[in-house]
């Protein structure tokens, strides 16, 4: 090893690991790969290896001694790109159906990268003055859809879904407990306790986060939901009635736009009344369907998102960037502040000016923090609203189609009429009665699938029982795609059943 | 706008959006603009932008009508780019002097940037198997310096500092007070309340967490630091017992690992020894300074890690790659597995088989989590150890000669030695004596010289009085460019004082 000494800039290695001209060989030689890797459009699910097997083929491209100097070596970087790449899901092939996440709009990506390399943390303005500016542009953008006073709202990024839904509750649990934040949970002691109401379907984040934030996963007061699987407006009164008389005092309600299982989107409206007149805070789970927003033919789903009081927006869902970007947005922006409270002198400032103003350090949980909205806003300014509703509009139509499809096939039964880009669904001949089986086909069909790597889907409980869960992310898919997937399906099935 | 069907694939805008070529072609533009980023060493600190200027100048590069098709123009990608890339802090040049994240090793950002096209959301090995392995070999690596039993701990990334302290605080919580998950804080109701003991000088996340998990900020019991500002061991026993005579029970303590305001080391050995006889968790907050355990010669400062309970570490600090990757240790991984309780019968699997055992959905906070470990396993497959080690070095021997150069300064006051690569000094002339006044000087410093833009430094409060920060992360700093700095407070100072 070379004796590094201060007095001149450090030698050897680290000249050669930060040479600009490696950079550039290493760039050219990924945005090769990758180039190859968007243009194969071939039908194609995951390539399932073994832990073991996959474990034995990595420790194989690691530098054989790591304590000694080790050269660059293409050969070995190549060989690790080409595993990463092969061993991911193949986002952008039409066999991809199966999860929420998509192919990124490569131009997207590659904002990532200069992200990834100019490396500016953007909790504080000063370490990232545009992409501070650049969120307070996209949020006015998106609020225009949304409708919130646009001198009231506040939106602040964060890092996923889960820490945008745990940053929400966080900030109700303050706003309705404003001592539990210094006290802790004796703040409530000998009063009834604090609940939070959740419709059946909510995402798993919520009940973890009333896990985390000491309210209790026993505080979770389920929401039944009517036959789309929203929350039922007729019952949702009596619960929460019912749930006061057992001492709990409800003090937020979590709806979703777009649920996790069925891409179901509660009455938005009709919970904000509810919500207001029992004093409860109105928190949304949009992280699937508030992208919806932007297109003017799908916004009605979301009809009176402008009276609820938070919304969790992932826009490494369904508007087609890196993940994490997930958009916290809060109708009273001084509620919003209310998430944290601290100082730390090395990061506040002690008097707040115009730099300071922009810091979202007290709005979000992280200390540094991916300047996430960078590819959002970079797509919206280049390419404008246009591209995300035209691909949203794509995908909730050939849904739609693909739910026909299942109609129209007697050993398949719709689950629900698909209001987003989620359908569920099962297989079942009419020899197949018994819940039980039906059940276990389904996960042996998926698992079946997935191994044998043309189609990727999912799989999802309803009722209790298994079903087979599409998620339409990628716009190459044609319903054709997806009538070949039913046939592997039926196929696969047959055999199982049969075979 | 064109109309989607879903009889053939989406047309118009998103072929063009989604079109390789247009990929290469805008990877070629951002890959110009960083290489000649990387490439300039002048000594420059930041260009510090009004706000409201550059909203103006960033909403004058957005597509005028969102709502119409935009056609791709290069032209205005290049626009952004530039301005994305000038705006931020010049963390390669060698006037950055001023905080914990620096410039990354640039392949790092190449392999961050395929991770941002692939898209393999990284909780669930099924969706990111490279990931979900190198993790595991990443954490063997380390673990080799950690000294944990290697077939007893475990290690998960997740998204920056804070959200890995929570998540240790979290399964501290659960494993002292395991009703407390379901329960929520009635489940400690009529005991002594539940207490976390802190070094006085200890991140602000930690506190954070306190106020997040319902144990209250007010139940932070600070344990008094020496002069080197590490937890005091004369003092901590009596301050622990004191607690207890308050009716408080600490159930965690929190050592820090590289401080943030001066890079100190608490006694890692001996609180353990204290810690387990009074049954308490020690989690280190080690997201700074616990990459010095990869260097030989600084390996030391961390003396006793092995008996800790858990450890956050930051490779986004030390280990100089793209934020965020955190990574976080448990001796015992049992109970890491007992941060989070659940179960969605859309993710995790009924019956765990050899690939869900690589999941890290149950023991980490997100449910979409980046594959951070992919840019430091790289790294460290291509380069060895010895690059991490050679620049840790370089960086602490470069800031123990930086306080040799103060020391000799009769205008400054160093406030410590360092331990690592943090130097907190002021300026105080002779004819300045009152605190308050050292303190607004400082300040003023700070600011003059970050608007000047030749220089970036931090300040921090030591003793409740500002003080100058410097934290060496970019080797291409030699002792020259201090005194530079030095030269440069002195002229400033001066011009505050009599000017």
Not at 56 to 75: G, I, K, T
Not at 110 to 130: M, R, T
Not at 180 to 185: D, I, L, Q
């Amino acid at each position: 090893m070379t004796q590094p000494r201060s007095e001149e800039p450090a030698a050897g290695l680290l000249l050669e690991a930060f040479d600009p001209q490696l950079f550039r060989e290493n760039s050219e030689s990924a945005l090769g790969r990758l180039e190859k890797h968007l243009s194969d459009l071939s039908i194609r699910g995951l390539e399932l290896i073994r832990p073991a097997a996959l474990t034995r083929a990595a420790q194989a491209l690691m530098a054989p001694d790591s304590d000694q100097v080790n050269p660059f070596d293409e050969e070995r970087l190549g060989a690790i790109l080409d595993l990463y790449i092969r061993t991911g899901i193949p986002v952008h092939s039409p066999g991809y159906m199966g999860r929420q996440f998509s192919g990124v709009v490569p131009l997207s990506g590659v904002v990532d990268f200069v992200s990834s390399v100019v490396n500016q943390p953007s909790s504080f303005y000063e370490a990232a003055q545009l992409p501070n500016v650049a969120e307070q542009l996209m949020a006015g953008e998106l609020n225009r859809f949304i409708g919130f006073d646009p001198d009231r709202f506040t939106m602040v990024t964060t890092s996923g879904g889960s820490l945008a839904n745990l940053t929400a509750l966080l900030a109700a649990r303050n706003d309705k407990y404003p001592d539990y934040w210094a006290e802790g949970g004796s703040a409530v002691a000998g009063r009834p306790r604090p609940a939070i109401a959740v419709g059946a379907d909510v995402h798993y984040s919520v009940s973890r986060a009333a896990g985390v934030l000491g309210i209790g996963e026993d505080q979770l007061v389920k929401l039944p939901l009517n036959d789309a699987k929203q929350i039922c407006m007729e019952q949702a009164p009596h619960v929460l009635q019912a749930a006061e008389s057992r001492k709990l005092k409800v003090f937020c309600l979590v709806a979703s736009a777009g649920s996790t299982s069925l891409g179901a989107f509660d009455p938005l409206g009709e919970l904000a009344d509810l919500a207001r007149r029992k004093d409860i805070w109105l928190h949304v789970d949009g992280a699937h369907g508030a992208s919806l927003l932007v297109s003017d033919k799908q916004r009605a789903k979301l009809k009176g998102i402008e009276k609820v009081d938070s919304l969790t927006w992932d826009a490494h869902k369904m508007l087609f960037v890196p993940a994490p970007c997930t958009l916290l947005f809060y109708r009273n922006g001084e509620k919003g502040q209310g998430a944290f409270r601290q100082q730390a002198s090395y990061v506040f400032d002690e008097e707040p000016d115009i730099y300071t103003d922009l810091d979202s350090g007290s709005k979000n949980f992280e200390c540094t923090k991916r300047p996430m909205i960078m590819p959002l806003w970079t797509l919206w300014s280049v390419f404008g609203r246009a591209l995300f509703a035209e691909k949203i509009d794509y995908l909730c139509d050939l849904t739609a189609q693909a739910h026909q499809v299942v109609e129209q096939e007697p050993d398949f039964d719709a689950l629900h009429r698909p209001e987003s880009n989620i359908l569920c669904f099962r297989y079942r001949p009419s020899d197949l009665i018994r819940a039980d089986e039906t059940h276990r086909l389904q996960v042996a069909i998926r698992n079946r699938i997935k191994r044998q790597g043309n189609f990727f889907l999912s799989k999802v409980n309803v009722d209790g029982v298994a079903a087979l869960r599409v998620v339409m992310m990628n716009h190459q898919i044609t319903v054709e795609h997806f009538r070949m997937l039913l046939n592997e399906i039926r196929k696969v099935g047959e055999e199982l059943l049969h075979g």
